[in-house]
């Protein structure tokens, strides 16, 4: 190992190092603090940009940039790595690890990955197609790559690897395609596979299970779990991960069920929704040697709404009530923000730090005080539930300023309306298996209800004090899906926003004190960091993501109308690099053909699209900046173009795979059809405004 390998010692004392920024969250507490205080409230102002670098995918860009004696690795959408010189910019090497362009259909939320780890003098990246890669950090040469899921099914990997004492954890997503989750750990110099942690029961448990997941089973009912039913229960860990080194705990945070309507995946005797079903939104310490589960807490027990508990978990340690607590902190999908006891997993505290309306509070023994009529499970009806799908935090980093005491949130406010659909049944190849009429909250043509809807859509920072469990302070933007927090020794708080802007905030205030027009939306998180001692803040630019491809196209370019340009950007006090103009934002004009289809095969069509379409062109056909908008297709003049795409795959190296194993040539050419009569209602609403 070299003199500048990351070794034990070195990421134990990550938060120290003043000059690097060596894994993921900064620290293994995963607090995004740097005690850096060369750019703080008085200089900021000098602050400019002092070198940038175009991206090639124009996709949603999520990565948390390492830094390494003087050089910066960053990985990109479609799981490629760059690394660069961190003072000047020069490329030093690039790698692509070739994802098939098909995978881009089982990733429900873009094809964006969030980094690598560092381990000696290597880097370890998952890639979207389920591997663990190890490149040597000098060239970007491959050592070796493992697959780490089950390759025929939608497994994904979006998120940054960590590394504890020579061993590798990573996760994976798929929970709306109907997985079973799971985290495993490999060993960082051979690749082998040296213990895997499944989240959910198989529904085969017996004697011979492990004693936690024999526990998990009790809280299921119905038997629909395994491969034959296509159901897989979710429980994906495809974030969020912490370490404490002093109790030697590693703590991982679990996603939602698969299906999210628990009445499918969980029924009773009556059908409808039941159990805790166990370790669904879930924060769970293991052993990080062995895998050994240690504790469990369950966010939102019975989880319906998709309230993952994957979000940013972060630990501290703070005087609460007189005693000073080892603690751990999460503001989760569901809108409360919790503070638990790290070592137990005791419930100190849990707070909205949104609206919340599917439940009044969290009791004393941190189970929530569910208001009925948003379990949709159990009363088979429509609902509007807030926060919605997206949650109130969704993957975005938070960050945490000891001098301040202040957890810094990227929240938003969005409710949704969720519908249960009757006879629903899962498909295993391609599709949203949610048990929901996703059709359902589809915007009609309706302008005044449009604004009106887009009115109620919120984005903000909030400086939550954990101990008081209250905002400090709020700022308010002009839309949800903002980016991650870095707070700085110099009483500063940095964040990109969806209205294309990378500011920095008065970490005690909340005063906006410096703004960049970045010229396209921020969602990563920034990170700072020294060369030669000069200070350095940058951030990997470009729209995308969950919100941007899954949210109806005109309700975002009503908040803030955003593209995608990606670009690392870099900048240091009297930077005097500018960025090239920004073009201007055209979209075809809407022309659809004439609708001719009868009523019945455009009902089925919009049927099948909500399933199987919109979580990437976005509902009601309204599709974002990111994907394409498919009103405005050429191919839907031409039926047998728009066959050869999505039934025959002929753009599958773009992303756009074949639908052929799981929709007919006639389903498929319905859903052409409902396309055109959504293009012909909007071009007519077009003409209102």
């Known amino acids: 190992m070299s003199e500048t390998g990351i070794s034990a010692e070195r990421l134990l004392a990550a938060q120290s190092d003043d000059a690097n920024w060596i894994t993921y969250g900064r620290n293994y507490e995963e607090q995004r603090y740097s005690p850096l205080d060369q750019v703080n409230a008085e200089t900021v102002?000098?602050?400019?940009?002092?070198?940038?670098?175009?991206?090639?995918?124009?996709?949603?860009?999520?990565?948390?940039?390492?830094?390494?004696?003087?050089?910066?690795?960053?990985?990109?959408?479609?799981?490629?790595?760059?690394?660069?010189?961190?003072?000047?910019?020069?490329?030093?090497?690039?790698?692509?690890?070739?994802?098939?362009?098909?995978?881009?259909?089982?990733?429900?939320?873009?094809?964006?990955?969030?980094?690598?780890?560092?381990?000696?003098?290597?880097?370890?990246?998952?890639?979207?197609?389920?591997?663990?890669?190890?490149?040597?950090?000098?060239?970007?040469?491959?050592?070796?790559?493992?697959?780490?899921?089950?390759?025929?099914?939608?497994?994904?990997?979006?998120?940054?690897?960590?590394?504890v004492d020579g061993k590798v954890f990573i996760g994976s997503?798929?929970?709306?395609?109907?997985?079973?989750?799971?985290?495993?750990?490999?060993?960082?110099?051979?690749?082998?596979?040296?213990?895997?942690?499944?989240?959910?029961?198989?529904?085969?448990?017996?004697?011979?299970?492990a004693e936690y997941l024999q526990a998990a089973a009790k809280t299921w009912s119905g038997g629909v779990l395994g491969s034959e039913s296509g159901i897989g229960g979710g429980g994906t860990v495809w974030d969020a991960m912490a370490y404490d080194a002093g109790l030697d705990m590693l703590y991982i945070g679990v996603g939602n069920?698969?299906?999210?309507?628990?009445?499918?995946?969980?029924?009773?005797?009556?059908?409808?929704?039941?159990?805790?079903?166990l370790y669904l939104s879930s924060i769970i310490a293991v052993k990080p040697e062995t895998g050994e589960y240690v504790w469990h807490y369950q966010t939102t027990p019975g989880e319906t709404w998709d309230f993952t508990a994957t979000q940013h978990i972060m630990l501290a340690d703070l005087e609460i009530d007189g005693a000073q607590r080892k603690v751990l902190m999460q503001a989760p999908?569901?809108?409360?923000?919790?503070v638990l006891d790290r070592e137990t997993g005791e419930f100190i505290s849990g707070d909205a730090y949104v609206?919340?309306?599917?439940?009044?509070?969290?009791?004393?023994?941190?189970?929530?005080?569910?208001?009925?009529?948003?379990?949709?499970?159990?009363?088979?009806?429509?609902?509007?539930?807030?926060p919605g799908a997206l949650g109130g935090h969704n993957w975005h980093p938070m960050a945490f300023h000891p001098g301040e005491g202040l957890v810094y949130i990227p929240a938003f406010e969005a409710a949704m309306a969720y519908a249960p659909e009757e006879n629903w049944k899962p498909d295993p190849k391609r599709g949203f298996n949610v048990g929901f009429d996703l059709a359902a909250g589809d915007l009609p043509p309706d302008e005044g209800m449009r604004r009106e809807i887009a009115g109620t859509l919120k984005g903000t920072l909030i400086a939550w004090d954990p101990v008081a469990k209250k905002p400090r302070w709020t700022v308010e933007h002009p839309g949800p899906w903002n980016g991650g927090l870095l707070a700085t020794g110099g009483n500063l708080v940095f964040q990109g926003t969806a209205g294309s802007?990378?500011?920095?905030?008065?970490?005690?205030?909340?005063?906006?004190?410096?703004?960049?027009?970045?010229?396209?939306?921020?969602?990563?998180?920034?990170?700072?960091?020294?060369?030669?001692?000069?200070?350095?803040?940058?951030?990997?630019?470009?729209?995308?993501?969950?919100y941007a491809i899954t949210v109806d196209?005109?309700?975002?370019?009503?908040?803030?109308?955003?593209?995608?340009?990606?670009?690392?950007?870099?900048f240091k006090l009297g930077g005097k690099a500018q960025l090239p103009a920004a073009a201007e934002m055209v979209q075809t004009p809407l022309d659809p053909p004439p609708s001719r289809a009868s009523a019945d095969v455009i009902a089925a069509g919009g049927k099948s699209y909500a399933r199987y379409c919109a979580v990437c062109?976005?509902?009601?056909?309204?599709?974002?900046?990111?994907?394409?908008?498919?009103?405005?297709?050429?191919?839907?003049?031409?039926?047998?173009?728009?066959?050869?795409?999505?039934?025959?795959?002929?753009?599958?190296?773009?992303?756009?795979?074949?639908?052929?194993?799981?929709?007919?040539?006639?389903?498929?050419?319905?859903?052409?059809?409902?396309?055109?009569?959504?293009?012909?209602?909007?071009?007519?609403l077009e003409g209102e405004r």
């Open 257 to 277: 069920g698969s299906p999210w309507n628990r009445a499918y995946r969980s029924p009773g005797e009556d059908g409808t929704g039941e159990g805790d079903n």
């Open 501 to 546: 802007e990378f500011n920095a905030y008065n970490a005690a205030t909340g005063d906006k004190l410096w703004s960049f027009a970045a010229q396209t939306g921020v969602v990563a998180p920034p990170i700072t960091y020294t060369v030669d001692g000069e200070q350095y803040v940058a951030v990997l630019a470009g729209w995308g993501g969950a």
């Open 333 to 338: 999908k569901n809108g409360f923000f919790y």
């Open 45 to 163: 102002g000098d602050l400019g940009l002092t070198w940038f670098a175009d991206m090639d995918t124009a996709r949603g860009q999520e990565a948390t940039p390492l830094v390494m004696d003087g050089k910066l690795y960053v990985t990109t959408a479609w799981s490629k790595v760059k690394a660069y010189n961190a003072a000047t910019g020069e490329l030093l090497w690039e790698y692509d690890p070739e994802v098939p362009g098909e995978t881009g259909v089982k990733a429900c939320c873009d094809v964006v990955n969030r980094g690598v780890a560092a381990w000696g003098d290597h880097l370890f990246l998952g890639t979207l197609d389920g591997r663990l890669v190890k490149l040597d950090r000098e060239t970007g040469a491959v050592e070796w790559e493992k697959v780490t899921v089950d390759q025929e099914k939608s497994y994904t990997i979006t998120g940054a690897p960590r590394i």
């Open 617 to 684: 062109h976005a509902p009601g056909a309204v599709g974002s900046t990111v994907l394409p908008d498919l009103r405005r297709s050429g191919a839907l003049v031409n039926a047998a173009a728009w066959q050869s795409i999505v039934h025959d795959g002929a753009l599958e190296d773009n992303g756009m795979a074949s639908f052929s194993e799981s929709l007919s040539k006639e389903q498929i050419d319905a859903i052409r059809e409902w396309v055109i009569f959504r293009a012909n209602q909007d071009k007519a």
């Open 173 to 209: 997503g798929g929970a709306e395609f109907g997985v079973r989750g799971n985290f495993a750990a490999f060993d960082a110099g051979s690749g082998e596979e040296l213990w895997r942690f499944y989240t959910v029961p198989a529904g085969d448990e017996d004697e011979n299970s």
């Open 553 to 570: 196209g005109d309700l975002l370019k009503r908040k803030a109308p955003v593209r995608n340009v990606s670009r690392l950007l870099v």
């Open 355 to 386: 609206p919340v309306n599917w439940a009044t509070g969290i009791d004393e023994n941190g189970r929530p005080i569910e208001n009925p009529e948003t379990r949709i499970d159990v009363t088979g009806k429509p609902a509007i539930v807030a």
